[in-house]
Structures are given as C-alpha cells and as structure tokens.
C-alpha cells in the first residue's frame, strides 16, 4: 500500500499508459482524449450550424465514458491513493516560479496563483484560464490529436504526422514558457 | 454492460495520470524547461513500450475484440496542420498546464475551476469547426 501511495516513478507509469492505448485498440477504439471535445459540440447541437459537427456524436460514448471514468480515477487517486501532495520538482524550478511569484510550487497539482477562485476572479486570472483552454481546444482539433492521440498513439505506431505535430507541441510549449511567460509573470 | 469497460479503463487512466503527477501544472512547466527527466520519462516509455506492443499485434497478427485485424487509424498525410495546429496547443498547453485527458481528470481531484478550462477548450473547438475551410492544412 505504501508503494501505492507515493507518488509513482515514470518507468512505472510510462508503460501503464501504453497499456491503456493497447487496450483501447483491442476494444477496437483508439486512444484520443481532444476528441470528446469535439462529440460534445456535436451532442450540443453545434452540427446544425457546422458541418465538421454534422455527425452521429453516439457513435462516441465509449470515448465520453472514458472521461467519466478519468474523472472518478482523479477522485480515488487524489483522496484515496495519495499522501498529501508534494512534488519534487527540481529546486531550479521552484526557484524560477518563487521569482515569477508562484510561492509554495509541488505542494498542490495546480498553482493557486492561477487556479484557485481569489485568481480565477482576477482579469489576469480568468485570461489566463480561457486563453489556455481555448488554444488547447483549437489547436488540437487544428492539429486533429493531442497528447494522447499523437504523443502516445500516433508515436507507438510510427506516424509521421504525429511526430510533426509532437515537434508543433514543443515549438508552442517552448515559446509560452520561455519568451511568454516572462511578460505574462 | 458494453460500456463498462470503456469507464473502466477511465478510472485507470485517471488514477495512472494522477499517481504519475502527469496532470500536475508544475511538472508541464518543468518538463518546457527541461529542467527534470520525469515527463520525458513517461512519455519516453509510454510511446517504447507503445511500440513493442503494437509491433508484436502486426507480427502475431492479434485480433482485436470484434475479430478483425487490431490496428491504430492512420493519419491523414499533411504538415501545416499538424505543427501549426501542435503549436497552437503546445501554447495552451503550457499555458494552462492541462490537456485535453488531464482538465477531466482534475475536475475528479476537486479542481472545479479546471471546468473554465473546459469550456473554453470546448469553445476553441467549436471555432476550429467553424473556421476550418479557411484554414491552411
């Protein structure tokens, strides 16, 4: 139970992960978390005004009972297989976010400084939210996958496209975090 | 009963996202900093082992559950698409610290204003729809 509860190493959950796109495949689906994105669009209705919405959204439940799933496996990892949370990240990181003003980095999955409701109610704060989860959203039904559909799916199966639109993820990554987060912060 | 297996996998993945602190914001911003081995190691070993198990299903020729040849849906050929389109998400992705499984998963770990993410993802999406014949793919 021990081993349970910390946090598990990445040669642990690396494979766990392929195993979950392998096993997705052998229920004859695939692995693609952006795509329920797009079949709740469809399910709201957007296909009456959007042909790239036009479609049977049923034919992907499996896919919205996988989100359902994450959803309850979040709940049980976070507050039933975890001792309170304390990321080790590198000291050089913690010190890089304690000089942008993100004090107490690891103790928490997602900064306060940007997540909880104090920010959330700030200009700044709601921006940052929306902006994020629109360029998600846009760019990876633009690049038609994300990570689990190009970085996971598409890499195990050798597909050049994925491994271009992994190098886009990068490139963007890179650019938010080095040249806009200094101005941003 | 056909879908129980889909949510179970689901409580899976969230669990192993979780546990891997995958979902964490500070690890995204670590990994875009390299400054720590962890996300490169999840992924590295995800897509190797990925690799050995879809190119043992090629050789043994395994069948998936409905009996037909397992396989993985091929990509359209393209490459505006796909880096323009990777680096719009790379930017909300390091932005936002979520993508598109982790911002579900988050909501179970009691991160309710993960859902502002949501939505607003839900909303890029739709706007792709609605502009994608002008776009460059």
Known sequence: ?185 | MKYLKFFTIGIFFGIVLVKSEAVSWYRIYEMFRFESFHMYGIIGTAVVTGIILLLLTKQLKLKNIEGSQMRVPLKEKGFLRYIIGGSIFGLGWALSGACPGPMYILVGTGEFSVLIVILAALFGTYMYGVLKDKLPH
């Not at chain 1, 096993?23 to 469809?42: D, E, H, P, Q, R």
């Not at chain 1, 919205?64 to 990321?87: D, Q, W």
């Open chain 1, 1 to 185: 139970m021990e081993i349970i509860l910390q946090p598990w190493p990445w040669y642990v959950s690396g494979p766990l992960i392929a195993i979950i796109m392998f096993l997705l495949v052998y229920f004859g689906k695939t692995f693609g978390m952006s795509s329920n994105l797009k079949t709740i669009c469809a399910a709201g209705g957007a296909g009456k005004n959007v042909p790239f919405f036009d479609f049977d959204w049923r034919e992907h439940k499996w896919n919205l009972l996988v989100v359902l799933g994450a959803v309850l496996g979040g709940f049980i990892a976070h507050f039933f297989l975890s001792e309170p949370t304390n990321i080790e990240l590198n000291p050089d990181t913690i010190e890089n976010l304690n000089q942008l003003g993100f004090k107490n980095a690891g103790k928490s999955l997602l900064p306060p400084e940007i997540y909880s409701w104090n920010s959330v109610f700030s200009i700044q704060g709601i921006l940052i939210l929306l902006f994020g989860g629109f360029l998600v959203g846009f760019g990876t039904r633009y690049a038609n996958g994300c990570t689990s559909g190009h970085a996971i799916t598409g890499l195990s199966s050798l597909q050049l496209p994925s491994l271009i639109a992994v190098i886009g993820f990068f490139v963007g990554g890179l650019v938010m975090i080095h040249l806009i987060f200094p101005i941003i912060f």
